[in-house]
């Protein structure tokens, strides 16, 4: 096997967890919604890019089989459009949630962490990648705010896989539009 697929084991208390990529980048979201399509068009794109120890997840939203391949992943950046964060890409490090309990047919990031904790013995490092949605209704095109992000996006994940995606965001260095939640200033 190659060092990127190699095997390396995790143990916990119940059974061994092979860890399969360095780091996954989950890309979901409605891509019959315009900018709703941004996050898993940015994990298309870097599949295309074949990068070492990089394996993708496109889907159109999060749901508890996903637990396995994050349960599998050292580190995991979950990709989204957001309505709510419209001034640029936003990075925000992300934690398990208290429980793993699912109140509707789909999840969000950090319920899938504490998922892959309750089912799988492990959560891996985890960032969420939010990016500025403008325009929701029925179409395939982008605004050129989720255009912009969706460029910004892929640069980075390139970046911080081939940094080994340091432990703290703070440490990056970004062109452009790139934030981390809660900082006012590029990272």
């Known amino acids: 096997m190659g060092s990127s697929r190699r095997q390396i084991m995790q143990m916990n ?13 989950i890309g979901y979201g409605n891509s019959l919604r315009r900018d709703d399509g941004v996050g898993p068009r940015v994990a298309e794109a870097i599949e295309d890019l074949h990068l070492p120890g990089v394996r993708t997840l496109v889907c159109p939203l999060l749901s508890p ?3 396995d391949p994050i349960a599998r992943a050292r580190r995991v950046i979950f990709v989204d459009a957001a309505v709510d964060r419209i ?4 990075l925000r490090k992300l934690e398990a949630g208290e429980t793993s309990q699912l109140m509707a047919h789909a999840a969000d990031p950090r319920t899938m962490l504490a998922l892959a904790r309750d089912v799988f013995g492990r959560t891996p490092e985890a960032w969420w ?3 500025p949605a403008i325009h929701l ?5 982008y605004s050129a705010e989720a255009e912009a992000g969706f460029q ?7 970046q911080l896989a081939a940094e080994g995606l340091k432990s703290d965001a703070n440490n990056c ?3 452009g539009n790139f934030r981390e939640a809660g900082a ?4």
């Open 129 to 131: 990648l939010t990016i």
């Open 173 to 175: 260095t970004s062109p």
């Open 87 to 90: 001034d640029g890409v936003h």
């Open 13 to 25: 208390s119940e059974s061994p967890v092979a860890i399969d990529a360095e780091l996954l980048v």
């Open 65 to 67: 089989e996903h637990a």
């Open 152 to 158: 910004t996006a892929v640069t980075q994940i390139k």
């Open 137 to 141: 209704g029925f179409g395939t095109d």
């Open 184 to 187: 006012g200033k590029p990272v």
